[in-house]
């Protein structure tokens, strides 16, 4: 079994965020080993399952910490959950470290040093420190994955007080956050809450479990024992991890049987539901005929209302005439009386009064005839009003049907495609407000509104040509048969295009089908190759796993070599040392032994320089002898006449 491949990709940490990050360990000897890993790469297809656990990439350059660390009231609130949280956790007690009231706001170094300690072996519980704390910490934060990692240096991590202690207050709060996040992940705090938000995590609960199990028990093993004692160790936490998979796969399987059966239930509900309800093609024509109905009644109820308006007006006018009649019949009352005294005054007889109310009964019958006679007249009037108002509505329904099968058909406006610049847009000519004016209703007080619009004065009503403003049964007619005629030779011209895009599309269909007939010779082919593929892939596998145990083989003779390399390193930096020793020593005998020479040099040389001077003087006199015997001998004038220099 490959160690390497027992590691999963690390997450980072964040505040306000808890990714699961694996804890480092060391093993029995002392000695780290690494717990980075790079994780064996599947053959097998990847799956678009995402995992809990998942790493975010670092941003590059030394990130910002969000974390309002120099606020006084934040260092208190964190300082605090720290203090609650390593009583809670016994700190004192595992570190036997008793610390001050104000740790949190002046700290010392030792106090960083064990609270660092004791929060890391929260997370860690195997690791041991060996070294110094300013290169222990920096390791220790690049394994976690500690975002702010980078803006701390060795230099403030041997000096925590004074302005940088806020620094170091952010992280052991982040560190207490990850160790409670470590402590309710494996208390399966987290997974209701990712139940909710659609992530199942007992997949990833069981590898974890898996890989934190074995990992511990890797790390405890003896760097000598071979694969068949790792497997050996391994093999329990393999089966649990199988159990534990079966035992899963079990429960999906017990609840996918439950929704399959359910989900029958649900399909017979929906058929009988099916069944019972009406056909949807019918609602939905009855639900086309409701909202055509729909714009009809609001329509009419427009109209309704614009009526409704109109009686409104002429109930008010009304009103006014009834109060200008009561006012006429009060006048007309005192009229009677004031004649009734006049004639009394005149001494008009009895019968004189009967012949005159006989006379007045015989004009009122004929008035009230000459009434019901205008009544019929008003009558039939208004029903023939009626039926030409029911025409005029009618009439202008059809022109509105006009206009819009004209404006379907280009034909309005006169820039149409079809109009050719005529205007064949239809209009009717008569102003439902011409005639309907206060004069004319006090003058014609019997008639009724709707009879106005159909006058074009008090007494005279519309032509047939002045209803409409084209003339239909002439230029209309033509220009429309004529369109007609135009549309119909377009239409044989479209038809043949049609007709000869069938016969290229019939072509079409049949290279298409030919084109088909290869393409399934072509999968026929790849069918061939994918087993064939299938094939080469089964012996590709086996030939990696051959080269797998040939790596750990070889991983394991690398191991012994680094370990033969390190004995030799170290006796070679041994004799580096020696080296180093000796030159200095002999640099220092050359210094010496260069200082006697120099002092002889000069001594030497200053007895050559007086050899020197005291050959020059003995020379000196020689001359000077040499010259006196001369002279002596010659003679002074034949020595002042041919002495010539001596050359020594």
């Known amino acids: 079994m490959k160690r390497s491949s027992l590691q999963r990709s690390k997450g980072v940490f964040t505040p306000g965020r808890t990714p699961h990050a694996p804890r480092p360990s060391m093993d029995a000897g002392g000695e780290p080993r690494s717990n980075v890993y790079r994780p064996r790469q599947s053959v097998a297809a990847t799956t678009s399952r995402q995992s809990f656990f998942q790493a975010t990439p670092q941003a590059a350059g030394v990130p910002r910490d969000p974390r309002p660390l120099k606020d006084r009231a934040y260092q208190a609130r964190i300082g605090q959950e720290l203090l609650e949280y390593m009583v809670q956790n016994n700190f004192e007690m595992e570190m036997k470290h008793t610390l001050s009231q104000n740790v949190m706001k002046s700290p010392t170094q030792k106090d960083f040093n064990y609270m660092f300690q004791w929060m890391y072996h ?64 494996a208390a399966g705090r987290y997974d209701q809450a990712c139940l909710e938000n659609g992530v199942d995590v007992s997949v990833d609960r069981i590898i974890f479990d898996f890989l934190s199990n074995a990992y511990r028990d890797w790390l405890a093993m003896d760097e000598d024992m071979g694969d068949e004692d790792a497997e050996r160790v391994l093999a329990p936490h393999v089966e649990e991890m199988a159990r534990l998979f079966e035992w899963s796969n079990s429960k999906n399987t017990e609840e996918l049987k ?87 005054a005149q001494g008009i007889s009895m019968q004189d009064i009967d012949r005159m109310t006989a006379e007045s009964e015989r004009l009122q019958k004929g008035i009230e005839s000459a009434g019901q006679r205008l009544d019929e007249a008003k009558k039939k009037a208004s029903e023939k009003e009626a039926e030409a108002s029911r025409v005029l509505g009618e009439l202008e329904r059809i022109v509105d049907q006009y206009n819009t099968l004209v404006y379907e058909t280009a034909l309005v406006p006169s820039t149409a495609a079809n109009a050719k610049g005529r205007d064949f847009e239809l209009q009717v000519m008569v102003d439902g407000d011409s005639y309907l004016t206060s004069t004319n209703l006090k003058g014609s007080s019997g008639t009724s509104p709707s009879a106005h619009r159909l006058l074009v004065d008090a007494t005279t009503g519309y032509q047939p040509g002045q209803v409409l403003n084209l003339n239909l049964r002439g230029s209309v007619r033509t220009s429309l048969l004529e369109l007609r005629k135009e ?37 026929h082919r790849v069918g061939a190759a994918e087993q064939e593929y299938e094939a080469t892939k089964e012996v590709t596998t086996a030939q990696k ?43 220092l005998r050359a210094n010496a032994l260069r200082e006697e020479l120099h002092t002889e040099i000069d001594r030497m040389l200053n007895d050559v320089i007086k050899f020197k001077i005291h050959i020059q003087k003995n020379l000196a006199d020689y001359e000077g002898l040499v010259t006196d015997e001369l002279e002596e001998e010659l003679g002074s004038e034949e020595i002042g006449g041919g002495t010539r220099p001596v050359e020594i």
């Open 545 to 587: 796993l051959a080269s797998d145990a040939q790596i750990e083989k070889m991983e394991k003779d690398l191991s012994r070599m680094r370990a033969g390399l390190s004995e030799s390193v170290q006796i070679l930096e041994q004799r580096e040392i020696n080296t180093t020793i000796q030159y200095e020593q002999l640099v």
């Open 487 to 523: 549309i119909s030779e377009r239409r044989g011209a479209a038809m043949e295009l049609v007709m000869k895009d069938r016969d290229l599309l019939d072509g079409i269909k049949e290279a298409i089908e030919d084109k088909r007939s290869e393409v399934e010779a072509l999968e």
């Open 122 to 185: 929260r997370i860690d519980p195997n690791h041991k420190f060996q070294k110094n704390i300013d290169q222990e910490v920096p390791p220790i934060l690049k394994q976690m994955r500690y975002p702010f990692d980078r803006s701390i240096t060795k230099s403030q991590i041997a000096a925590v007080g004074g302005q940088n202690w806020s620094t170091f207050l952010g992280l052991l709060h982040w560190m207490m956050q990850l160790a409670q996040m470590l402590d309710g992940y």
């Open 258 to 344: 439950m929704l399959e059966a359910e989900n029958v239930r649900l399909v017979k509900e929906i058929k009988e539901l099916e069944k019972t309800m009406p056909d949807l093609a019918l609602l939905d024509r009855n639900f086309k005929i409701m909202e055509e109905d729909k714009v009809k009644f609001e329509e009419y109820n427009a109209v309704a209302t614009q009526r409704a308006q109109k009686y409104e007006n002429r109930a008010k006018m009304l009103q006014e005439e009834l109060e200008t009649l009561i006012e006429e019949v009060r006048e007309a009352d005192e009229e009677r009386r004031s004649l009734h005294k006049a004639v009394n």
